[in-house]
Structure formats: structure tokens, C-alpha cells
């Protein structure tokens, strides 16, 4: 089954980890971590559907190892673009140019590539910028919720993960 979506990139907290349940030790790493509702079938239903994922996300890479290991949810990622070792934050396009590039996915094909996230300054912008196509998780009452001008406009927001699987049937359907 050929896909038109080559790879969905997802952020981690307040998109797959519920941050208000962080638990971390004196360095900042996150030991422990629930995910928000529906966020593991999700990843789980991408996989299986074939879709390459990347997780692209900022904070130390121990953080997400340790809760992604902890949910059985680290070995369904392809690649990682984890800002403590890539050495940028979001949006810099390195962060995003790195997961794709572990993916082996041309600068071409980055219209065909999607990222999620909760942050409009970072995960919006950042996708938006390289013409990835931009998801807006809005499910998490800590960030903005307004975006400061049109760069950080999401093209489509969901309010729970589950919702990214309709969202990706559209832009499959949409040829």
C-alpha cells in the first residue's frame, strides 16, 4: 500500500506525555511519565498502518528514552531528533532536517511528511517554515494558545492524538 504521508514526526510533551505528570530527577531528566489519552494507540495504529515515525522533540535525551521505554513505545521510532543531543531547540530547522534525514526523506518530499506538536512557536513555526505539513495538538492548558503571527498558524488542530489518525486519512484521501 503506497502512502502519499512518508513519515509523521511527533513532538513529546503535552503530545504524547501528559507533562503535568513528570516526574524528574535533580538533573531535569524525566524518569516517569503518563501519556495523554489514546497518545500509545495512536503511535501504535501509525506503525502498523507502515508510516515511518520520528520523534522530534526538546529536552534531555534521557527524558525520552526512559518514558518511551516505560510505555513499550521507544522501539516503534525510527529515528530521533532530540534537541540535548542535536544541540538546537525547535523551531531551528535542524532539529526537523535531522529526523528527515534520518528517514531519508529529500527536501522534495517535506510537503509529504507531517509534524505534531502542542507548541506553536516551536512545532508550528518550525514545520511550517520547511513546508512541513503542521498538526497543532490542542489538548494541554500550558502553552499559547494563540499564535503570535501568521508563521505559528497550524494547518489543522486536533484536540486529542486519536484525532491525528483522521487527519492523516484526509491528507491520504485528498489526491
Sequence with gaps: MSHSILAICLDSGDTLVDEATEIKDETG???????????????????????????????????????????????????FAISGEVGVDKPDARMFI?????????KGDYGRTVMV????????????????????LDWAPRRSKVPADESEIPQYTIKTPRDLLSVIDALENRQ
Design 98 to 106: 535531522h529526523a528527515l534525514d534520518q528517514l531519508g526523506i529529500p
Design 117 to 136: 506538536g502542542n507548541n506553536l512557536a516551536r512545532d508550528i513555526k518550525g514545520a511550517n517554515h520547511l513546508g512541513i505539513i503542521s498538526v497543532w
Design 29 to 79: 531528566t524525566t524518569l516517569k511519565a503518563e501519556l495523554i489519552p489514546g497518545a500509545a494507540e495512536m503511535v501504535r495504529e501509525l506503525k502498523q498502518r507502515g508510516y515511518k515515525i520520528a520523534l522530534v522533540a526538546d529536552g534531555p535525551a534521557g527524558t525520552f528514552r526512559n518514558v518511551l521505554t516505560q510505555h513499550h513505545l521507544y522501539h516503534l521510532f525510527d529515528a
